[in-house]
């Protein structure tokens, strides 16, 4: 709309211009009179001599005037020249180029910014669907459980209570001496029965068990790639997108703590100490026994000075994994706590 109006003001105020102009040229003056010739006083001729009259002299011809210039009215000026005119001036003219700037600036952000969003969109519906998928698949083996639970608890004491009844009810009827075929197909019958719904609950189990384990490879995939990105980020500096990666993968697998310990190592590097041994404590808590998490709480222990904390977190570690003692030795983050005695002799020696 700004472009609009300054286009239109400029397109005006030249055709205001050029008309006002072609209205003021000037006419041609008109010619001046010729002068007349001054007339000689008359003399008396001698009386004695008839002298003839002079052939009367002809006086120049007065030049005539020019022709005034006539000028074209406003009306038939070129439209062709003033629309080059007036293009000439758009282009000349740094207001006009500076909105047409801003225009076509405030367009590309607007598409480039629909784009972000459409993008985000794209990467966000997969992994909600994956969650959402993943909700009902709990819920749904969860309730094929409870039914086939309720359902074989339900049938079995109708079938005991219809078994019972039956032996009840035949026991005057083999008093009596009667056969018992009827007796027997009614138990093999009945017997089907209860063998065709165990069938059932068993392929009803099998395919959830089988949906279960799709999805489950599925959502690990996700998880991985998600680890992986972070672990990449991390390599070339990218903290902050790196952390953000690890906390994606956590919303898939919450319970897995090599995202926590990912962490833990970052904002060591960044001496966030008290953060690195949150994330650690976080790993330790989804995995009591996993070793890297004692290990890397260790590490910032010693780092900052508590040496009591180390040590006793990293005989946690080293008796859950005794391949980090060949770590120890070497890894300089421990240097405050390399002269202890338990260190020289459970690590060193």
């Known amino acids: 709309m700004k472009f609009k ?17 072609v209205a003021q ?8 009179t010729a002068p007349t010739a001054p007339q000689s006083p008359a003399t008396a001729p001698p009386p004695s001599a008839a002298t003839p009259a002079p052939a009367p002299v002809q006086q120049p011809a007065a030049q005539a005037a020019p022709a005034a210039i ?31 700037d801003e225009a076509v600036d405030r367009n590309f952000s607007w598409t480039f910014n629909l784009l972000n969003i459409l993008l985000l969109l794209l990467i966000l519906f997969p992994i909600a669907g994956i ?16 039914e086939v639970e309720d359902r074989l608890s339900n049938e079995l004491k109708d079938e005991i209570g219809r078994e019972l009844k039956a032996e009840f009810d035949t026991q005057p009827a083999l008093a009596e001496g009667k056969s018992e075929p009827a007796q027997l197909k009614d138990m093999v019958s009945m017997a089907l029965s209860v063998q065709n719904v165990m069938n059932n609950a ?33 390599a070339t500096g990218q ?19 090599i995202p926590f310990c990912e962490q833990g190592v970052i904002y060591a590097q960044q001496q966030r100490f008290e953060e690195a041994i949150s994330a650690y404590d976080r790993a330790i808590e989804a995995k009591p026994d996993f070793p890297n998490g004692w290990y890397g709480k260790a590490r910032c222990f010693a780092l900052v000075g508590y040496g009591e904390q180390a040590i006793e977190n990293l005989k946690k570690a ?4 005794p391949n980090l ?25």
Do not use: Y
């Open 131 to 146: 969650i959402l998928l993943w909700t009902m698949r709990r819920n749904l083996v969860t309730q094929v459980v409870e």
């Open 25 to 32: 040229t000037p006419t041609a003056p008109t010619a001046p």
């Open 202 to 234: 068993r392929n009803t189990i099998e395919n959830s068990m089988q949906l279960q384990e799709r999805l489950g490879s599925r959502l690990q995939e996700v998880f991985e790639m998600h680890l992986h990105q972070g672990r990449e980020l991390a």
């Open 5 to 21: 109006t300054v286009s239109l003001f400029f397109l005006s105020t030249l055709l205001v211009s050029v008309e006002t102009a």
């Open 70 to 100: 006539q000028t074209a009215p406003a009306e038939s000026v070129d439209r062709a020249e003033i629309e080059e005119i007036i293009e000439e001036k758009l282009k000349d003219d740094s207001t006009v180029q500076d909105a047409i």
């Open 325 to 349: 003692k060949a770590q120890a030795q070497s890894n300089p983050d421990f240097a405050s706590i390399r002269e202890n005695e338990w260190f020289q002799t459970a690590v060193v020696g």
């Open 239 to 257: 903290h902050v997108e790196a952390i953000a990666a690890f906390e994606k993968a956590l919303t898939i697998d919450a319970n897995n703590p």
């Open 318 to 321: 080293i008796e859950l994994d």
